[in-house]
């Protein structure tokens, strides 16, 4: 979802990602949002492990988890908005104008289940602050808690969005109305975003889904990603240690 120009994939070039659960066929090249998904799964997971198993007293472990939540964070924040903000409303236009009840309660339904997701995601950013800061064995549990409930809320979020949502995407968005969701997906940017988001994006594909996203992405993903990747990868063997 950080393309400028709407993009067309041709059958079969559509990414099925570790813990996917659905690939929505059509015109639309649904690609960054799939690298998205798998990116927020793969990055709970190591926050509900971290969670668990980072030692208390490792205290630059915690720091660097803490800066980690805040990238992780921001990102998830940036992609819920504009769906609620740019890509809900298109679709609620056109099921709407077809008459398509089941359409809209699931539309009404991702918007809602933002809403759910939302204060876990401040215990868990309030557990990883308070671990930088004071730890303490209280406060590490509490957190675990908390990673593990968002694990559970977000995994049924992007299940529901996989194979409810994204199918009415490809049925009924034209490319120009994916397009004002790609360009609100990728304002503000900057090059420190960048460079954290793409060697984020790319992290756990296969060589070959990365030649799939490479071929529409284009060189300069490709350049950031070379330049990027190394530094992104100190910093998570730092954050995640231990999970």
Known sequence: MTTATPR???PGHLLDLPGQTFVAEGPLDLNGMYM???AFRRDLARFAAAARNTPVEAVDVWRALAVRWERFSDILHHHHTTEDDVLWPQLLDLVDASGDTEGR???EAMEAEHELIDPLLRSCADGVA???RTPSTETRDRLAAATAATVESLSHHLRHE???ALP???SLLSAEGWDRVEQAAGSGMTPRKLFFLVPWA???LSTEQLETVLSTMGGPFRVVLRLARGS???RERVAFRFA
């Open 105 to 107: 309660a699931t539309l």
């Open 130 to 132: 308070a671990m930088a």
């Open 202 to 204: 790319a992290d756990g």
């Open 162 to 164: 996989e194979t409810g």
């Open 36 to 38: 998205a998904h798998h």
């Open 232 to 234: 992104y990868q100190r």
């Open 8 to 10: 067309r994939t041709a």
């Open 168 to 170: 009415l995407v490809q």
